[in-house]
């Protein structure tokens, strides 16, 4: 399979207004193009020396235009040297991106089809073992830990480095458990301006913590309205034991109890105080710390 990147600047997951990407090709007969995108067919036009080329969804697919998913169109017999035209006509379509070379993901075959994207924990750049190394004993030897395994998990990291939000800080942590605890304890980011090491940083940390030895976790953002200001994040965990999501506050070592001292998960949060806003750590609500 070959592979055709755009060598200009992109914004991973973001939408690209008005862009056109022009691509060389090498000369095929049988070649079809695959564009991971999101949007409609017609919202993308894509020609070849001229000619424009019906771009469809890949059969199977069961995605709607709102989600990531992978579009095809089969290629005229073509030369070496001629050029590809892809351009976003409306807005709110968006090219995906590879995070790691940042490029849109457009592949030619010679009709193979990609494969669909199956997410999965086991990214190469953040193994298990990684994680797992970066943990204390025995926290390091849990497997599918459980509660109240996973707590000593939460409360570990709520100590793991200072709280520094947007207000204290420049650097904002990436979304990784080594990066952030790396930077976190620093306080400052590699550019040497301190390091932003917030609520969701906590909960980014405590969930791949908790994938890592096998334990289903999940991050919940709270906020009274989409794109508010105001907000925290917060975490789930599965419990095996008590069959239930168990919801976990990392960064201030909160968990939520109901009368009988079992964990909540956020829906039983939100039955008894109607608001998962006051999870804020300077609401104050009726909360227990274990």
């Known amino acids: ?80 040297g001629e050029r590809l035209s892809i351009t976003v006509t409306k807005p709110e ?51 599918n830990p459980d509660w109240p395994e996973v707590w000593g998990i939460a409360t570990w990291i709520y100590e793991a480095w200072k709280y520094r939000n947007t207000h204290q800080g420049t650097f904002y942590c990436p979304w990784r458990f080594d990066e952030i605890l790396h930077w976190g304890r620093l306080e400052k980011g590699p550019d040497g301006e301190p390091a932003i090491a917030m609520c969701v940083h906590y909960a980014v940390a405590f969930q791949q913590c908790c994938l890592a030895p096998g334990t289903p976790a999940r991050l919940i953002p709270l906020m009274p309205h989409p794109n508010g200001e105001n907000g925290h994040f917060v975490a789930e965990f599965w419990s095996r034991s008590l069959n239930k999501w168990i919801l976990i506050d990392p960064r201030s070592a909160l968990c939520y109890l109901d009368e009988s001292r079992r964990p909540n998960n956020r829906c039983q949060h939100y039955a008894r105080y109607g608001d998962l806003i006051s999870l804020e750590p300077e609401v104050s609500v009726e909360k227990e710390q274990i």
């Open 1 to 80: 399979m070959k592979f055709c990147q755009d060598q200009g600047h992109s914004h991973f997951l973001k939408p690209w207004q008005a862009r056109t990407i022009s691509l060389e090709l090498a000369a095929g007969e049988k070649d079809i193009l695959f564009l991971l995108a999101r949007g409609e067919s017609h919202d993308f036009a894509v020609s070849i020396a001229g000619k424009v080329l019906s771009l469809q969804p890949c059969s199977p697919c069961d995605l709607g235009p709102r989600h990531f998913r992978w579009m095809e169109a089969p290629l005229p017999a073509h030369a070496d």
């Open 93 to 143: 379509a968006a090219f995906a991106a590879d995070e790691i070379s940042s490029y849109p993901i457009i592949r030619v075959s010679d009709g193979s089809p990609p494969k669909y994207l199956s997410p999965s924990y086991q990214d190469p750049s953040l193994p298990t073992a990684t994680i797992q190394r970066l943990l204390p004993t025995p926290l390091n030897n849990f497997q």
